[in-house]
């Protein structure tokens, strides 16, 4: 089936030359193909945060393999999670339901095997649950900060504390936060619970200790769609990947219902999420700890197998893979998807629970 890991680390080079193509061009999931992926492919599930970067790297991968005229070794493939469902994965495979977020992909990669998923995307770290026979390979950096209507009642800032007390519903109207504020009740909305924003911005405005969401808190929108009606409201709150909103925005990785419609991420503790110079994520952001890192999670033995499939993931995945190999074509689609680059060593990198 399959050439070396250092042939296809070679593929990389040529892959230069489609990267722009693959980061300006919005992509559907294995739905729309024509035919199922194939047994032998590397199929995901999981986060909404990642599924745009991870539908532009497959992209840039499997036009960098046909570069190559390489006709054998295994395409990537990773499917969204909204969409019809259940879903068929790949050729022969178990179908399932979609996977909705991080949660749900961890879940399902630990429910099935390499027949339906090789690895699911997740948006948080290992946390106290998942299989400690999972291996969470870094991706990128992320951050989440929270974001509001553009002209509504928020502020441009707030605090962590103020930002746990509106969760926990011990703040309901703006005038708790500053008397200059509309007299209004503020509406904080979360995503569903298997999300992995959900479950680090909870954390984080928690100093370390989740938040349990009050009475007033409104669960179960899509994580960072700006087109959900229900935020179309001038005075609701809601968690907002960084590195998403930078891609919807500055780079047209937004479309149908994944873009910010009338929302801007807002201010944590006076430090701007945003860098509107360069167009990303704020290095000053991403340093604190709103600042997080994101991962694709394989299964261990399936890692290090040592055989075929374990090549192709750590081709893919791996430190001096596709996605990390420092000025190719996979760190530049990372960018141009508004993710910033982890460094040398630390992209592909492995932890586990």
């Not at 394989?298 to 374990?310: E, Q, T």
Request: glycine share 12%; charged share 10%.
């Amino acid at each position: 089936m399959r050439k070396t890991a250092a042939k296809l680390l070679a593929i990389a080079a040529i892959a230069t030359s489609v990267a722009t193509v693959a980061a300006g061009t919005a992509v559907a999931d294995p739905s729309t193909l024509p035919t199922l992926p194939a047994a032998q492919d590397i199929v995901g599930v999981g986060s909404d945060t990642t599924q745009s970067v991870l539908n532009g790297l497959s992209v840039g991968y499997n036009a960098a393999l046909a570069a190559a005229g390489n006709t054998t070794s295994p395409r990537l493939y990773s499917w969204d999670a909204t969409g019809s469902s259940p879903i068929t994965t790949k050729t022969g495979a178990t179908s399932i339901a979609r996977p909705n977020g991080s949660g749900a992909g961890i879940t399902a990669l630990g429910a099935n095997t390499s027949a339906t998923v090789d690895f699911a995307r997740s948006s948080r770290a290992p946390q106290t649950g998942d299989l400690t026979t999972d291996l969470f390979v870094a991706l990128a950096k992320d951050a989440v900060s929270w974001a509001a209507k553009n002209g509504g009642n928020a502020p441009a800032d707030l605090t962590t504390a103020q930002l746990k007390g509106i969760y926990e519903c011990t703040i309901t109207n703006w005038q708790q936060i500053s008397p200059s504020l509309a007299n209004a009740t503020i509406k904080p909305f979360l995503p569903q619970t298997s999300s992995g924003t959900r479950t680090f911005f909870l954390k984080t405005i928690g100093s370390g200790t989740p938040v349990v969401p009050g009475a007033c808190v409104t669960s179960g929108t899509q994580e960072n769609q700006g087109s959900d009606p229900a935020l179309n409201d001038i005075n609701a709150v809601v968690p907002y990947s960084v590195a998403h909103y930078v891609g919807q925005v500055y780079y047209g990785q937004g479309s149908g219902s994944d873009v910010q419609g009338p929302l801007t991420v807002r201010s944590v503790n006076t430090i701007a999420p945003v860098d509107t110079v360069n167009k990303t994520i704020a290095s000053g952001f991403a340093s604190t700890t709103y600042g997080r890192v994101v991962y694709n999670v394989v299964r261990s033995a399936d890692w290090n197998a040592g055989d075929a499939h374990a090549t192709a993931l750590k081709a893919i995945f791996g430190v001096g893979g596709f996605i990390c190999t420092n000025g190719g074509a996979g760190s530049t689609i990372v960018k141009n998807y508004g993710f910033l680059a982890l460094p040398n060593g630390a992209c592909g990198s492995t932890i586990h629970i």
